[in-house]
């Protein structure tokens, strides 16, 4: 890497080294630090939008406010707001044994027609969770007793338990919190089953949630929960200095409120612990497999692209070694992803030649390619809010470079991603896999998805065949076929190069060291913050 390369990458944490040096050893801290009461943590982002049925709000802290008829573990499918459940010999009605004594956080009870009328809640919405395979399966929901319901499916659907299980949308809020009888015009209220519920929100500045002290998984002793927004980088890095938060993680955007070597900082200090955890999921870039009138569209691009990426140097240079290299879009230990994949390294020479028998030549204009009078030029997006993803766009525009691809990089803000996503207005964009807890059936389903991957996966020669594999692995069920056609779609996907692997990753937290039961959650995009304790 060159002196101009390696300058480029430590930037940010020189800024953050001459912060602490020029920091006063008698910076005053606020209440909350000193009586470790309160956890008030760092978001980029406001809690927007709290409607559980809807996917605007912050997936943290609807964690916080609502739950699911069952939980996602480490050792699988568990109890949450089910006791029990039954599967039917065929496989498409799921009967459930419903939790007693529990109310929402309005004094609402929770049974069995509370299950039916949020379920038929999500369902009336259909066309807002068209990624959710789920939500296309549900014939009916339907009420045996006061503790018992039924859900009915058109079909077998092996992941049903594990799409019940996720943040959203399939978790309850009050039937008294409904607008003209369903959520998808609203909801009046924010009142769910869970350990805390919201009681303060200031757009754009900070939203509290105290302990729900009825909760029937016993109160949370860690009373109450701010969510401070602030942007990423120096600002939270000053507020931590300051005590007026003690708390920062990767949220659910993928952002990262505070780079690896600012958290260190904070470590050595001896008043903070960082908390780590294991393989999450996979930071890629995605190819715009649609867009025929960018060089994105041809295989040899993106193939080529993937051979530029240096993915050890974003590995220790830029997540010092906290996120590993990824060469697939999935890490083998991912359920049914150990699948054997050519693996396309760092490779400059091996990317030149693959552009050069495409057609793309560097004439007497200039240092980037082209190809019929056409530039090889393309756009990457990434989160604004996110150190690390700038860091890595601007390592790989400098690599890109090297063999010819002008790449312009793009920050906006991950609502603006997320639009251009569903619309297909890029060529290339950061994003992530769904995480263990999810995968691969809900990453893989969204490839089918007009909100998510659809213009991802549509350019493709063999598309029509992958998403019928796609359809035909979500019912399956015989196990050795399902790992079949995993396979087929895995090996698609990855030798057309439309989800080019970054590194795999995990959520950090930086946290006071006094506070206890810190643990992660079988996804990234939610903290169990009701079994942590100040010592």
């Given at each position: 890497m060159t002196r101009r390369m390696g300058s480029l990458l430590r930037t940010f944490m020189v800024s953050v080294v001459l912060l602490v040096g020029c920091s006063h050893g008698d910076t005053e801290k606020t209440e909350l630090t000193n009586k470790g009461k309160e956890i008030v943590y760092a978001t980029s982002k406001d809690i927007n939008d709290m409607n559980p049925h809807f996917y605007s709000g912050s997936m943290p802290a609807q964690g916080m406010v609502y739950e699911s008829l069952v939980e996602n573990t480490e050792d699988g499918i568990k109890p949450l707001l089910a006791e029990?459940?039954?599967?039917?010999?065929?496989?498409?009605?799921?009967?459930?044994?419903?939790?007693?004594?529990?109310?929402?956080?309005?004094?609402?009870?929770?049974?069995?027609?509370?299950?039916?009328r949020n379920i038929e809640a999500v369902q009336s919405n259909a066309s807002k969770h068209?990624?959710?395979?789920?939500?296309?399966?549900?014939?009916?929901?339907?009420?045996?007793?006061?503790?018992?319901?039924?859900?009915?499916?058109?079909?077998?659907y092996y992941p049903t338990l594990v799409e019940l299980s996720m943040t959203r949308p399939y978790v309850f809020i009050s039937p008294k919190n409904f607008v003209n009888g369903g959520t998808k015009e609203g909801v009046s209220g924010y009142n769910?089953?869970?350990?805390?519920?919201?009681?303060e929100h200031k757009v754009d500045q900070y939203a509290v949630f105290e302990a729900n002290e009825n909760y029937w998984g016993g109160a949370p002793k860690v009373k109450k929960i701010t969510a401070k927004v602030l942007p990423?980088?120096?600002?939270?890095?000053?507020?931590?200095?300051?005590?007026?938060?003690?708390?920062?993680?990767?949220?659910?955007?993928?952002?990262?409120?505070?780079?690896?070597?600012?958290?260190?900082?904070?470590?050595?200090?001896?008043?903070?612990?960082?908390?780590?955890?294991?393989?999450?999921?996979?930071?890629?870039?995605?190819?715009?497999?649609?867009?025929?009138?960018?060089?994105?569209?041809?295989?040899?691009?993106?193939?080529?692209?993937?051979?530029?990426?240096?993915?050890?140097?974003?590995?220790?240079?830029?997540?010092?070694?906290t996120e590993q290299p990824a060469d697939t879009l999935f890490s083998s230990n991912v359920h049914y992803a150990n699948v054997k994949l050519e693996k396309r390294g760092y490779d400059l020479e091996k990317a030149k030649k693959i552009l050069e028998e495409a057609g793309w030549g560097i004439g007497n204009t200039g240092e980037f390619r082209s190809k019929n009078g056409k530039p090889l030029a393309m756009k990457l997006?990434?989160?604004?809010?996110?150190?690390?993803?700038?860091?890595?766009?601007?390592?790989?525009?400098?690599?890109v470079k090297r063999i010819g691809v002008q790449l312009e990089m793009i920050g906006e803000e991950s609502s603006s991603i997320a639009n251009r996503r569903s619309t297909g207005d890029y060529d290339l964009l950061f994003n992530q896999t769904w995480g263990l807890a999810y995968d691969p059936q809900s990453t893989i389903a969204a490839f089918?998805?007009?909100?998510?991957?659809?213009?991802?996966?549509?350019?493709?020669?063999?598309?029509?065949?992958?998403?019928?594999?796609?359809?035909?692995?979500?019912?399956?069920?015989?196990?050795?076929?399902?790992?079949?056609l995993y396979a087929d779609i895995l090996t698609i996907v990855h030798e057309e190069a439309v989800f080019i692997p970054i590194t795999n990753g995990r959520v950090t937290i930086l946290a006071p060291k006094n506070l206890q039961g810190i643990s992660f959650k079988q996804t990234q995009f939610e903290l169990p913050f009701e079994r942590m304790y100040f010592e």
């Open positions: 029990s459940w039954e599967v039917s010999e065929d496989g498409k009605v799921y009967t459930f044994h419903l939790r007693k004594n529990v109310t929402f956080h309005d004094g609402e009870l929770f049974n069995a027609e509370a299950v039916k068209s990624w959710i395979k789920l939500s296309t399966k549900i014939v009916a929901c339907n009420v045996l007793d006061e503790y018992t319901v039924e859900l009915v499916l058109s079909e077998p769910g089953t869970g350990p805390y519920k919201l009681t990423a980088g120096e600002t939270t890095f000053l507020a931590l200095q300051k005590g007026e938060v003690n708390f920062v993680f990767t949220d659910d955007r993928g952002a990262n409120s505070l780079d690896v070597a600012a958290m260190n900082q904070f470590v050595e200090s001896g008043e903070h612990q960082t908390i780590r955890s294991q393989p999450m999921n996979t930071g890629i870039i995605v190819a715009n497999s649609s867009k025929t009138e960018s060089p994105v569209y041809e295989k040899a691009v993106r193939e080529a692209f993937w051979h530029a990426i240096d993915r050890e140097t974003i590995s220790k240079q830029i997540f010092e070694g997006y990434y989160d604004v809010n996110s150190s690390t993803q700038k860091m890595q766009a601007e390592l790989i525009q400098y690599t089918t998805s007009k909100s998510s991957y659809y213009h991802t996966t549509r350019g493709l020669a063999q598309a029509d065949e992958l998403y019928k594999k796609i359809e035909e692995v979500m019912v399956s069920t015989n196990e050795e076929h399902r790992k079949s």
